[in-house]
C-alpha cells in the first residue's frame, strides 16, 4: 500500500489526542513529534477551545501597521500609476513624495504591491545577463554629446519612419528629437546644428559608425567637417561596441516602451507633438535612477559657448600654404589636375601645405585629410592653378 502523508493539521490533531485521550505526558509527545514544549501548549490550548479548526494556521498580517497607506494616498499612487504607465514603484514613489511628504516613509515595495493588488504590474521577460563593461560620464553638462538615429514605428507595409537623437552625456538631458525626411548627412547635420542654436556648442560629440557620420572612403563627412568647423570634436565608438554610446543606447529602449505604442496608435499629423509632450516629461518630470531619483533637467544647463555659424570661405591655417575651395563632386584643383578630398568637404575652403617633390598634404581647419601626389610636380606655390 503507498505511503500516507499527513498534513500539519493531522499532525497537531494526533498530538492532542495523544495527550488528552493516551494519558502521554506533554514532554513526552513533544519529543516524539520534534516540538518545544511551548509550541505544545499552544497547540493543546487551541484545540482545547477551538477543536480542530483551532488547529489550522492562522494570518501572520499585523493588527496593526502604523506606515500603511492610507485610502487617499493609495488612490493617488494608483491614479499616476495609470498616467504615466511603464513607470516602476520606485519613480512613483519619489513623484508622489514631492506631493504627500509623509509617502517616504512607506517602502517602495509597498508601492509596488498596491500596484499588484490592482492589477498594474505590466509583466516583463526575463533580463538577459551580460558582462559588465566599464561606465564612464562627463563632469560637466555639454563635454560631450551622443547623437544616434533609431526606428520610430514602422507604418502598414513595412515602412520605417526614422528618428534622430541627441542626449547629453552628464545629465541625459534629451536635446531633441527629429523624425527625418531622408537618412542624408545633410538631414542629420541639420538637427545637429538646431540643438546648437537653442543649447550652444559642446566640446565633443559622440556617434556610432553610420554612413550619415563617416564615408565608406574614410573621407571625411559633411557632418563631421561641419563639426570641426564650429571647433567641436566628433568621436566615433567603436564598430560593433554599443556599449559605447551606452546612455543613447538606454534612451532608445525608453523611448520603444513609453513613446512608440503612443506613435502606433495616433495619426502621423500628431506624431510631432506627442513626442515633443514625451520629450519634456522625460527631461523635466521623469526620475532617472543614475541620478539619484532626479530628472535630468536638475544637471543641465547651456553651453557658454555660443553658437556661430562658420564661414566656409575662411581661410584658416598656415600663411604660406594654398588654399582651394571644394567644388559640388568634392574635388580640388591643384596642379592643373582635379584631385579628389571627399564630397563631405563640398563648399568649403580647404588648406593645401607643400612637401616638396610634389607631394601635398589637405588640411581642413587643421585637421588632415588625405595626401596628393602631383604627376608633374611644380616649382613653385605660384605655378599652382588658382581655378576652382
Not at 8 to 23: A, H, I, Y
Not at 168 to 194: K, M, N, P
Not at 273 to 296: A, F, V
Request: proline share 5%.
Amino acid at each position: 500500500m503507498p505511503w500516507s502523508v499527513w498534513s500539519v493539521v493531522e499532525q497537531r490533531q494526533q498530538f492532542c489526542m495523544e495527550v488528552l485521550e493516551s494519558g502521554v505526558s506533554i514532554s513526552v509527545a513533544c519529543r516524539a513529534f520534534g516540538i518545544s514544549r511551548k509550541t505544545g501548549y499552544k497547540w493543546l490550548e487551541r484545540y482545547l477551545e477551538y477543536g480542530v479548526c483551532g488547529l489550522m494556521d492562522r494570518s501572520r498580517r499585523p493588527r496593526h501597521s502604523p506606515n500603511r497607506l492610507s485610502k487617499k494616498l493609495e488612490d493617488y499612487v494608483v491614479a499616476m500609476k495609470r498616467e504615466y504607465e511603464y513607470w516602476g514603484p520606485r519613480k512613483i514613489h519619489r513623484l508622489a513624495s514631492k506631493e504627500y511628504p509623509e509617502i517616504k516613509s512607506v517602502s517602495i515595495s509597498t508601492i509596488g504591491r498596491v500596484f499588484a493588488r490592482h492589477g498594474l504590474v505590466i509583466p516583463r521577460e526575463e533580463a538577459e545577463v551580460y558582462p559588465a563593461v566599464g561606465r564612464f560620464e562627463r563632469e560637466n553638462p555639454n563635454e560631450l554629446w551622443q547623437m544616434d538615429l533609431k526606428v520610430a514605428v514602422r507604418r502598414n507595409g513595412g515602412a520605417k519612419v526614422w528618428v534622430a537623437g541627441l542626449l547629453d552625456d552628464h545629465s541625459r538631458y534629451a536635446l531633441g528629437l527629429w523624425f527625418l525626411r531622408d537618412l542624408t548627412d545633410e538631414a542629420v547635420l541639420s538637427c545637429w546644428i538646431e540643438a546648437a542654436r537653442q543649447y550652444g556648442i559642446p566640446c565633443q560629440t559622440l556617434t556610432d559608425h553610420g554612413a550619415q557620420f563617416g564615408m565608406e572612403d574614410c573621407a571625411t563627412s559633411a557632418f563631421r567637417t561641419y563639426l570641426w568647423a564650429c571647433k567641436v570634436q566628433h568621436i566615433q565608438g567603436r564598430v560593433g561596441h554599443p556599449q559605447t554610446q551606452g546612455k543613447i543606447e538606454r534612451f532608445w529602449r525608453t523611448f520603444k516602451c513609453e513613446l512608440t505604442p503612443q506613435l502606433e496608435n495616433s495619426s502621423p499629423e500628431s506624431w510631432a507633438g506627442l513626442m515633443e509632450r514625451w520629450r519634456k516629461q522625460y527631461n523635466t518630470i521623469r526620475p532617472h535612477e543614475s541620478l539619484e531619483d532626479s530628472p535630468p533637467s536638475s544637471r543641465y544647463r547651456p553651453s557658454s559657448k555660443p553658437f556661430v555659424e562658420p564661414d566656409r570661405g575662411q581661410k584658416i591655417g598656415k600663411p604660406a600654404s594654398v588654399y582651394r575651395r571644394v567644388n559640388p563632386r568634392g574635388r580640388i584643383s591643384l596642379g592643373g589636375q582635379l584631385h579628389i578630398v571627399g564630397k563631405g568637404l563640398k563648399g568649403w575652403k580647404v588648406e593645401a601645405r607643400s612637401q616638396g617633390n610634389g607631394c601635398w598634404h589637405i588640411y581642413f581647419r587643421h585637421h588632415f585629410v588625405r595626401e596628393i601626389i602631383l604627376t608633374k610636380p611644380v616649382e613653385s606655390v605660384t605655378h599652382v592653378s588658382v581655378q576652382v
